[in-house]
């Protein structure tokens, strides 16, 4: 049983489009991060959130943090193809050690 | 280029070898660490050290050795290999203890073992 739970496992848009994806669990995490993975590559940080609610917007994504900390959601405003890739979150209670979620593959097409 | 440089990139081997990868970080990190990226791309927790020492050690098979001869470097050796032991291996840094509110783990590009 994982931890963080992410949704839709794969996802196939058009240039243009919009999408959210979903990150969620049972616990109460104190901060949740988000990355993204191109192939061949390692994870890279787009964020953190660390307040309940709290949203953060960078360039075409949006995170949001749930008001209970045990979700969050990225909306990519729209969508190209360099959006290409996995996208991970990853659950923190104590900054001590993050658990990720399996990932969402975002296929973005010209 | 600051990064985080782990070779080789990809290994390919036979079962019950043994085989080892480095890791080396010129970011100043305190903090390194091994991670596995499974078929389905699940990424788990292996070891963490900080400065040298063992910090977080997940259950993972004694046939697994990290080793941190400095702060800056963090190899593994694996012994004795299995056919579920390929994966994607990823070695990482972070600042201080761990990831913080402001900033995140700074990932190598992976080593992508096949045992055969």
């Known amino acids: 049983t994982q931890l963080l739970e992410q949704s839709p496992q794969f996802l196939s848009i058009q240039e243009g489009e919009n999408l959210t994806v979903y990150c969620n669990s049972s616990?109460?995490?104190?901060?949740l991060q988000w990355y993204r993975q191109e192939p061949g590559e390692g994870p890279v940080l787009l964020v953190t959130?660390?307040?309940?609610?709290e949203v953060k917007k960078l360039k075409r994504l949006t995170f949001q943090f749930g008001d209970a900390r045990k979700d969050s959601s990225l909306h990519i405003t729209a969508a190209q193809p360099g959006d290409t890739g996995l996208y991970l979150c990853?659950?923190?209670?104590?900054?001590?050690?993050?658990?990720f979620g399996s990932g969402t593959k975002l296929n973005v097409k010209p | 280029d600051t990064a985080v440089s782990q070779t080789p990139k990809y290994l390919v081997t036979q079962m019950g070898n043994d085989k080892s990868i480095k890791c080396e970080q010129n970011?100043?990190?305190?903090?390194m660490y091994w991670y596995k990226q499974d078929s389905k791309k699940f990424l788990k927790i292996m070891f963490s050290?900080?400065?040298?020492?063992?910090?977080i050690n997940e259950t993972v098979p004694n046939r697994f050795s990290p080793k941190s001869p400095d702060k800056a470097h963090l190899n593994l050796h694996i012994n004795s290999l299995e056919l579920g032991d390929s994966a994607v291996y990823f070695c990482?840094?972070?600042?201080?203890?761990?990831?913080?509110?402001?900033?995140?783990?700074?990932f190598g590009s992976g080593t992508r073992l096949t045992v055969v």
């Open positions: 990482a840094s972070s600042q201080d203890g761990g990831p913080g509110p402001n900033y995140g783990y700074t």
């Open positions: 959130v660390v307040t309940g609610g």
């Open positions: 050290y900080n400065n040298k020492e063992l910090i």
């Open positions: 970011l100043g990190h305190d903090t």
């Open positions: 616990s109460v995490f104190s901060s």
């Open positions: 990853a659950g923190t209670y104590n900054f001590n050690k993050f658990y």
